[in-house]
């Protein structure tokens, strides 16, 4: 059966066309080269765009009808199928994949193989598999996939107690990984700490504190995965542009799955929150306060720093009933600065008017309880604007009351 690059090279002579002319207007003439040579897969869009040139709809060069997508969404299921741990399933899917004309990566598909060998306990398997994909790729290749092969050649290794050889094997991964911008701090780090590991096992203690210290930079200057997911999203729109579709594909499978276990996570500090004013309102103020921190620094680990504004509104509006006016106002001053919206102002302002109030700053009390009027009357918000009338009312009484006593009688 003829591939995909065999078709277009047919189609183009009998057309009279040169690779210069093909490619005009679409890619290199070298790209087609290596299409027509089967060393490169033409992206879906690509493939469209040569059928027009040639004058033939786009399902002549595809297998029976195959669609292009087919292959990468059994390459998403075999994923899938593994890290639900269905390693058989998932090798026979992927098995199934390599010996067919694909857009995808042939190592991709080979570096899932060995993953499943090495889950299934085939470790020496495995390890000719990752083998096989360092051996047949040019230094230049993309260090991802360099950087996994060492690093579960390295796990193998550890699996048949050979040590020497899988501190050898991380050690590479780890340079691989010096090497590069596109690989995840979260993994580097899972990388030392695992080789920090080893280092204990054999009693190499020095060299363990030193892979320690490296980890703990790799921490200090690693992004949040809120702004790694956000990198993602950036590299995919680029490959897009670009039309290299697959890696658009891929880096935009890394953003959804970091964005949604992000908001997993926000759901899960959400419901903590929530806990914790729960049980301020109910008198455990000091628990209430100790539990908000928690959930702010939840919060800004996963790069949510917006929520700030709520927690630190919450936290003044406790201190307040303490009596402590300081914290109070610490917290009040830094929720105004979160605050993302007009809303949320008002709320943090009428909250610094009662503290104001209660340290006696009357008139500052006055300016703020007014703003946040404004607020809440430009959204509309009847029950606020009475409540903060009500304290406007309070405030105006208290100052009519320190003048009467400072009037001469």
Not at 45 to 56: D, F, P
Not at 370 to 390: G, N, P, V
């Amino acid at each position: 059966m003829c591939t995909i690059g065999q078709k277009i090279r047919e189609l183009r002579v009998k057309r009279g066309l040169t690779q210069i002319e093909l490619a005009n207007g679409l890619v290199t003439p070298s790209m087609i080269s290596l299409i027509e040579t089967d060393k490169a897969n033409p992206s879906p869009k690509l493939l469209q765009h040569i059928a027009e040139k040639l004058g033939v709809a786009m399902d002549y060069f595809l297998e029976e009808g195959t669609s292009p997508w087919e292959p990468l969404s059994a390459y998403t299921l075999a994923k899938a199928m593994l890290l639900a741990g269905n390693y058989e399933e998932a090798y026979s899917l992927l098995q199934q994949l390599t010996g067919s004309t694909t857009s995808l990566s042939l190592s991709d598909i080979q570096l899932l193989l060995g993953e499943c060998l090495f889950y299934m306990g085939k470790y020496e398997d495995a390890i000719q598999v990752f083998e096989r994909i360092i051996d047949g790729q040019p230094c230049p290749y993309e260090r991802r996939v360099q950087f996994h092969c060492f690093y579960l050649m390295g796990k193998a290794y550890i699996e048949l107690h050979n040590y020497t050889l899988a501190k050898h094997f991380w050690l590479k991964a780890y340079e691989w990984a010096s090497r590069s911008d596109s690989i995840d701090p979260s993994a580097i780090r899972t990388l030392l700490l695992d080789y920090v590991r080893l280092c204990l096992i054999t009693g190499e203690k020095e060299e363990a504190a030193s892979y320690v210290e490296k980890a703990n930079r790799i921490k200090e200057v690693g992004a949040s995965i809120q702004e790694i997911a956000l990198a993602y999203v950036e590299k995919a729109k680029l490959e897009q542009d670009q039309e290299n579709y697959k890696s658009a594909t891929d880096y935009s499978h890394r953003a959804v799955g970091l964005l949604e276990a992000i908001q997993l996570v926000k759901t899960s500090i959400d419901l903590d929150v929530y806990a914790a004013i729960l049980q301020g309102d109910q008198g455990n103020i000091q628990e209430a306060l100790t539990d908000l921190q928690r959930c702010k620094q939840a919060y800004m680990s996963i790069g949510i720093d917006s929520e700030n504004s709520f927690l630190h509104r919450e936290a003044a509006r406790f201190c307040l009933q303490l009596q402590d006016y300081d914290t109070a106002l610490f917290h009040a001053t830094k929720a105004l600065h979160f605050a993302k919206n007009d809303k949320e102002r008002a709320y943090v302002l009428r909250t610094l008017a009662l503290i104001k109030k209660e340290l006696g700053h009357l008139q500052e009390a006055i300016s703020n309880v007014k703003k946040a009027i404004q607020l809440f009357a430009s959204r509309e918000m009847f029950d606020e604007l009475t409540k903060s009338y009500t304290l406007l009312s309070e405030i105006f009484a208290l100052l009519t009351e320190m003048k009467a006593k400072t009037r001469p009688s």
